[in-house]
């Protein structure tokens, strides 16, 4: 059901910019509303949905098109790097503006990743990365709930009522699982102990009811979802193609992974929910159009070696 990926390339711009308008309209009063102390939603016409998380595959959209550009001289930081950080940029003002550290995040780890596949400069990299460190550095100490979040992260029982209580409760939740859980719908902390239980912490929820057995063969589907888009990657000669499948497996194996963490208490709490698992319209559509998408690309390569074979 998806289009051609020659109709998807031209549509990628447009769809870069539609992205860019939707965030901007955080500059609008009560154009996004507010909740759990962020404005990151939009309600239209009766349908609520969070613009970051399609914002998300626009951007590595726009990279993958960026990138297989016959003319690109990605060794060139003016001409190479320079216009993708621009556009990083503008996204970076405008998730910090909801504000969405989050997917701030996970938009600049995918940028990278996929600049430094493509072949970018070592003191690009070098610069890339102090750079984002300061500003991330920065982002924390200039702002009281940021920084409050972190000495949280650091000591939870030191504020056991009020920031560190949802990482707490995510504690007991995999602490009363043990090896194969109370058994499913049985779970004691999503009867309203834990904060986002069925959303960003649905992963403690499964904890609790699958115990380690569970969560270890979850993981495990997902390593096997990284794995087979990576490999997808590999075999791919496209260049857009190459880079738009790395690109999309990247985004899930990264945010599989800070969810994890997050909800184990490995990283500071944020708003991150797991793929295809967590609740919410938004995250489920956008990760299924990357798997679509994913699924495609396998498909046209499964083609070309049958007609291959064939002949």
Known sequence: LLPSFKLIQRLTLPFLFISIGILSLIYIPGAFQMSGGAKRWISFVGIRFQPAEFAKIAFILFLAKNLSRPSIHIRS???G?????VFLAIFSLLLLKQPDFGSLALIFIVSFLMLFVAGIKKSAIFTTITTSLLLCIYAIFSTPYRLKRLTTFLNPWENAKDGGFQIIQSYLAFYNGQLTGLGLGLSKQKLF?????????ILAVIAEEMGFLGIATLLALFAFISFTGLRITFREKDQFKKFLAFGLSILITCQTFFNVCVVSGLLPTKGISLPFVSSGGSSLL???????LLAKIAHLQK????????S
Do not use: K, M, W
């Open 77 to 79: 930081f003016v001409s």
């Open 81 to 85: 790097v320079l216009p993708n950080f």
């Open 286 to 292: 956008s990760f299924l159009f990357a798997i679509g």
């Open 303 to 310: 083609e070309s070696s049958d007609y291959a074979g064939s």
């Open 193 to 201: 102990f834990l904060p986002e239980a069925h959303t960003d912490f």
